[in-house]
């Protein structure tokens, strides 16, 4: 059993250096010194030795009860070369005939799998199960487990002190991070998602309302959140005070204010045609900075229009953004079930039914299989065309102009909403035969995508009427690799949040806004307009920190916008980690809830978010880890995805 567990250590040795080397860009960027670099093997061998050994013993036994009666070495032998060939045969057919595969976890996972039992049946065979040289491979088993003890020690009791070796096994490791998150889950004894040991940050592993993320009661003596102290009472009655202020004399307040003449809105009640771009990465087009320029058309509105030049999705992805901008909440609040493409509950009152009912006609056309009735996007749409069942693919932004354009003319002389999703920037980056076959990789066949996407838009924007509200604005951005992600959804980092946000309006200031946005403050905006409210009911509210959305209307006739911070966030699902972000002036913090662990970064000095500050800014860390404690206890108003 020895010589067998000796060579189930190798062969994890040997997968915990593939499996490292997998990990590649993601970890260097990601761990901020040597020492936390050098964790990272450290966690994944925590996770991989003990389960080579374990089966490397169990092997040999089984090999031992077998050889009784398989008495031929050579049938043995030929058995465990079999395996060999079939792991690595997997590994060959992945690697020729679907390279693309293999960046899925769970193909990355079999194959990385399928390569440790070949590696450990060639051993076999070549060693005759530990006998030649036999105490040479135990010699060395020995040294490796005096490794699995002191990896173990650390993952167990010491793995909060290297937050980002710990979130590089948990998240991106395709082995070791299922093996780790499968032990997480059996070491949570309550329940709520978090254990008191591997890191998991939980301060009382028997009450499933203490939790890292918690809701914080104040002043009952009870840490609920887990960071470090329980919530002052005087601190909760200070932050509740202008709320408390707001609704006490709210009657006298409308009153007066109301009374006084307010400026006319010239936009009222105009048409609004809401153009939406799906992953167009704001820093890949002409007005974000990118050069040369691959939205000339895009670029040439914009001198014309009000452009929000920090503009954040509520999500990095279709369901999240859309989802939460058509709901006018987080994404976390609406009413939604758990599946993957997730369904919205009918009573959620969406924008459409909002404008439907101040008298606009309500049309959409879409080109995405999620936007469609199936998941609860169509409601208060008098007309909803989904082009994708008839184009047979996602990537028909030339078919949904023609649409849209029919449809602008149908609609002359009324009071419209039209909404045009374009899908074509969207993976895998489509070549279309009239913008020429793009030189080069990923990013250039997504900036020929974005380059026919614009070429398309223009054809929209000259069959707008003159008088409409027009917004531009992409729903989430696209990774190629940046902190090793690729394509979206998979975190709250600027390429994949940072969006483009454009409107247009009659009497509006043009001008670039500086100022962050949230795609949330939509709702709020086009509602606004569609109701002809007065400027004073959209004065944004005193507290600015709970993180709600704001009419944008003052600040397209030219208002300043209010210096507050905003938020976005992931919810957790059967794909996806549990994460929140801030973004207050120069500064972004992150905190991952899943895996208990924060960054910030001064977006002025760092844009690609590569220089964690935790440990070189705790003042400023201090400052907006309370902001986005406070958002999420008293301005999310978070539920759990729950049944239709």
Not at 28 to 55: H, I, K, M, Y
Not at 225 to 252: I, K, W
Not at 369 to 392: C, V
Request: aromatic letters at 8%; one cysteine or more; glycine letters at 8%.
């Amino acid at each position: 059993m020895l010589r067998g567990a000796a060579l189930g250590l190798l062969a994890a040795v040997a997968t915990t250096v593939v499996e490292w080397a997998l990990l590649g860009s993601w970890s260097a960027d990601q761990t901020p010194t040597t020492w936390e670099r050098a964790l990272v093997p450290l966690s994944q061998a925590a996770f991989l030795l003990p389960v080579g050994a374990l089966s490397g013993a169990l092997w040999n036994v089984v090999s031992t009860v077998g050889g009784r009666a398989i008495e031929s070495r050579w049938v043995r032998r030929t058995l465990l070369a079999t395996v060999a060939l079939v792991g690595l045969a997997l590994i060959l057919l992945v690697a020729v005939f679907a390279p693309a595969l293999a960046a899925q976890a769970g193909a990355l996972t079999a194959v990385l799998g399928a390569g440790w039992m070949a590696f450990f049946a060639m051993t076999s065979v070549a060693t005759g199960g530990g006998r030649r040289g036999g105490w040479g491979v135990s010699r060395a088993g020995l040294g490796l487990s005096a490794l699995l003890v002191w990896s173990l020690v650390f993952v167990v009791f010491r793995w909060d002190r290297a937050p980002m070796a710990r979130a590089a096994t948990l998240e991106r490791a395709p082995l070791s991070g299922v093996l780790a998150r499968a032990l997480m889950v059996a070491a949570d004894r309550d329940g709520d998602g978090f254990s008191a040991v591997f890191g998991g940050g939980d301060c009382d592993d028997t009450d499933a309302r203490v939790a890292p993320g918690a809701p914080e009661v104040a002043g009952n003596g009870v840490d609920e959140n887990c960071d470090g102290e329980d919530l002052s009472p005087v601190v909760a009655v200070l932050a509740a005070a202008p709320r408390v202020a707001r609704a006490t004399d709210a009657a006298d307040r409308s009153a007066a204010t109301h009374a006084i003449e307010q400026p006319a809105v010239p936009f009222a009640k105009a048409p609004i045609l809401l153009i939406t771009i799906d992953t167009l990465r704001a820093d890949y087009t002409g007005i974000g900075g990118h050069d040369p320029t691959t939205t000339p058309n895009l670029d040439r509105f914009a001198e014309s229009a009000v452009v929000f030049q920090r503009a954040y999705a509520q999500g990095p992805l279709t369901k999240a953004s859309i989802g939460s901008m058509m709901t006018g909440k987080y994404f976390s609040e609406v009413r939604r079930n758990s599946s993957q493409w997730t369904v919205i509950h009918n009573d959620e009152a969406m924008l459409a039914e909002v404008l439907a009912e101040a008298g606009y006609t309500t049309s959409a056309i879409t080109t995405h299989q999620y936007l469609s009735e199936t998941y609860g996007i169509t409601q208060g749409f008098g007309r909803f065309q989904n082009l994708l069942p008839a184009q047979g693919g996602f990537w028909a932004a030339d078919k949904a102009v023609d649409a849209a354009i029919e449809e602008l003319t149908s609609l002359r002389d009324q009071r419209f909403f039209l909404w045009v999703h374009l899908l074509d920037p969207h993976h895998p980056y489509v070549a279309h035969p009239s913008m020429g076959a793009p030189a080069g990789g990923p990013r250039a066949r997504y900036r020929s995508e974005i380059r026919w996407t614009d070429k398309q838009l223009a054809r929209l924007l000259a069959a707008a009427p003159k008088d409409a509200v027009i917004v531009i604005q992409s729903d989430h951005g696209e990774g190629f690799g940046e902190h090793g992600y690729p394509f979206h959804g998979q975190s709250l980092y600027d390429d994949q949040v940072h969006v483009v946000l454009v409107v247009r309006a009659p009497g509006a200031e043009p001008g670039v806004r500086p100022r962050p946005v949230m795609l949330l403050d939509l709702f709020p905006t086009l509602t606004a307009i569609a109701k002809d409210a007065a400027l004073v009911d959209q004065v944004p509210p005193a507290d600015l920190g709970l993180g709600r959305p704001i009419s944008l209307v003052p600040t397209l006739l030219g208002e300043r916008l209010p210096d507050r911070p905003v938020f976005t966030e992931m919810v957790a699902d059967a794909r996806l980690s549990d994460r929140k972000a801030i973004v207050d002036g120069r500064f972004k913090l992150h905190r991952s809830i899943t895996f208990n662990n924060w960054q910030l970064f001064d977006l002025d000095a760092d844009p690609g978010e590569l220089n964690n500050l935790i440990s070189e800014d705790e003042e400023t860390f201090a400052r907006l880890r309370d902001k986005l404690e406070r958002f999420m206890n008293e301005g999310l108003k978070t539920r759990d995805a729950e049944d239709p």
